[in-house]
């Protein structure tokens, strides 16, 4: 029996959670006065609390092992249903799964970061991102390796927390935040961010022969940023050396279930480099937001004139249950939202976009489109998503002007 309660007092004694140290010192006392435990028995249990209580109060001055690594393993899954009532151009109707996608993230130490991320598709795998970061410096983050470079708010915003299915017309069309290997700085305030990345292209049209290079360079300003309200002024621009000197641009009509480009400059020749620059801006005040961007785009040509394109989207999104959308001030971008009540939250946004691939010497098609979205959000990692898309397009003199419904099951972890 003095065995047991000897066991019993160590556990006691060793617990720093449960029991405090008077609540020990009162339960030796007790023992002591029954006459179950010798005075040299509570002597020892009287050092060993001394000693445990030293240990849980005196200050640590250690620090993270530069070396000790911690993993978190992160993903999404974007399973996907289209429906198109065709036009002129036979879209096909189907279900794929648009991302499957596995996430590795950890820290090394205190002073570093790395993301290593695959995606499962086609029957087969993508490698995503995959990169180091050096935090060690207050508000900033140096990158190397591959990643999303850092440009416009629709493209830069994961696809884990967009108001649409897809992206807009001229995100789709110019691509701008595509993941690239490079390196890259971020510095941020309160209420800006500074990001730029110096990167290799690989040629998106041939994809052999030498890498060219791309810069590119995006500043964030917000004014005010909290739970329920949010202002965002945006601005970035990209230069892109072809090496190979040509160059594309085209777009799906925010659908992907099928590979159909309504507008398409087709294969350009004499492209010597790209420069594309945007402006974004969003405000949001309670379950009310407003999102809008302008992008253009100039290629430099050797033997043909110059010549330019843009497109612009703007959009609308309300919170029938008053949730808001959550701007993160960080990365000039937006993140997750979490339902006030265990039924969900509702949210419904119209948009409109527009894109013009025609100039002097480029012949791509113009196009409008209109979206209704729905979205129903169990909790803060699953949604369902309900779009339906009204398409005005004209290429060559000839109009396509089909409509699409799409409905997603999205799940992030």
């Given at each position: 029996?003095?065995k047991?309660?000897?066991v019993?007092?160590c556990?006691?004694?060793?617990?720093t959670?449960?029991?405090?140290q008077?609540?020990?010192?009162s339960?030796?006392n007790?023992?002591?006065?029954?006459?179950?435990l010798?005075?040299?028995?509570?002597?020892?249990l009287?050092?060993?609390?001394?000693?445990q209580?030293?240990a849980?109060?005196?200050?640590?001055?250690?620090?993270?092992?530069?070396?000790?690594i911690?993993?978190r393993?992160?993903g999404?899954l974007?399973i996907?249903t289209?429906?198109?009532?065709?036009?002129?151009?036979?879209?096909?109707?189907?279900?794929?799964?648009?991302?499957?996608?596995?996430?590795?993230?950890?820290?090394?130490?205190?002073?570093?970061?790395?993301?290593?991320?695959?995606?499962?598709g086609?029957?087969?795998?993508?490698?995503?991102?995959?990169?180091?970061?050096?935090v060690?410096?207050?508000?900033?983050?140096i990158?190397?390796?591959?990643?999303g470079q850092?440009?416009s708010l629709?493209?830069?915003?994961?696809?884990?927390?967009?108001t649409?299915i897809?992206?807009?017309?001229?995100?789709?069309?110019y691509?701008p935040?595509?993941?690239?290997?490079g390196?890259?700085?971020?510095?941020?305030?309160?209420?800006w961010?500074?990001?730029?990345?110096l990167?290799?292209?690989?040629?998106?049209?041939?994809?052999?022969g030498?890498?060219g290079?791309?810069?590119t360079?995006?500043g964030?300003?917000?004014?005010?940023?909290?739970?329920h309200?949010?202002m965002?002024?945006?601005?970035?621009?990209?230069?892109?050396?072809?090496?190979?000197?040509?160059?594309i641009?085209?777009?799906?009509?925010?659908?992907h279930?099928?590979?159909i480009?309504?507008?398409?400059?087709g294969?350009?020749?004499?492209?010597k480099n790209?420069?594309t620059?945007g402006l974004?801006?969003?405000?949001v005040?309670?379950?009310?937001?407003?999102?809008g961007?302008?992008i253009?785009?100039?290629?430099?040509?050797?033997?043909?004139?110059?010549?330019?394109t843009?497109?612009y989207?703007?959009?609308?999104?309300?919170f029938?249950t008053?949730?808001?959308?959550n701007?993160?001030s960080?990365?000039?971008?937006?993140s997750?939202?979490?339902?006030l009540?265990?039924s969900?939250?509702?949210e419904?946004?119209?948009r409109?976009?527009?894109?013009?691939?025609?100039n002097?010497t480029?012949?791509?098609?113009?196009?409008?489109?209109?979206?209704?979205?729905?979205?129903?959000?169990?909790n803060?990692?699953?949604?369902?998503?309900?779009?339906?898309?009204?398409?005005?397009?004209?290429k060559?003199?000839i109009?396509?002007?089909?409509?699409?419904l799409l409905?997603?099951?999205?799940?992030?972890?």
């Open positions: 029996m003095k047991h309660c000897l019993l007092i556990l006691l004694c060793a617990s959670v449960s029991y405090s008077d609540n020990t010192e339960l030796i007790i023992l002591r006065e029954k006459g179950i010798s005075e040299q028995e509570i002597q020892m009287y050092n060993e609390a001394a000693q209580k030293k849980n109060t005196t200050p640590s001055n250690s620090k993270t092992s530069p070396s000790e911690s993993i393993l992160h999404r974007h996907d289209g429906y198109h009532k065709n036009d002129k151009a036979e879209f096909n109707n189907g279900t794929e799964i648009r991302r499957a996608r596995l996430n590795a993230k950890g820290t090394m130490g205190e002073d570093w970061e790395f993301r290593i991320q695959v995606e499962y086609n029957q087969r795998g993508t490698l995503k991102d995959a990169f180091l970061s050096y060690g410096h207050d508000n900033s983050r990158s190397i390796g591959q990643f850092p440009a629709d493209d830069y915003t994961s696809s884990r927390f967009s649409f897809e992206r807009a017309l001229p995100i789709l069309a691509s935040a595509s993941r690239r290997m390196i890259s700085y971020l510095v941020y305030g309160n209420h961010s500074f990001a730029s990345m990167a290799a292209e690989r040629d998106t049209v041939i994809e052999i030498d890498e290079g791309a810069f360079v995006r964030t300003y917000s004014p005010w940023s909290d739970a309200s949010a965002h002024f945006g601005a970035w621009t990209q230069w892109v050396d072809t090496r190979s000197d040509l160059w641009v085209l777009a799906r009509p925010e659908a279930i099928d590979d480009r309504l507008v398409n400059t294969l350009l020749t004499d492209v790209t420069l620059s974004e801006t969003s405000w005040k309670g379950p009310w937001s407003i999102q961007e302008w253009k785009q100039d290629l430099h040509r050797e033997n043909t004139p110059d010549s330019s843009d497109g989207y703007l959009y609308g999104s309300y029938i008053g949730e808001s959308r701007y993160q960080t990365y000039g971008a937006f997750s939202v979490t339902p009540s265990e969900g939250a509702w419904v946004a119209l409109f976009s527009h894109v013009d691939l025609n002097d480029v012949f791509g098609g113009e196009e409008s489109n209109i979206t209704l979205a729905t979205t129903w959000y169990i803060k990692n699953l949604r369902f998503m309900l779009n339906y898309i009204n398409v005005k397009s004209e060559d003199g109009k396509d002007n089909p409509d699409i409905f997603r099951t999205s799940l992030f972890f």
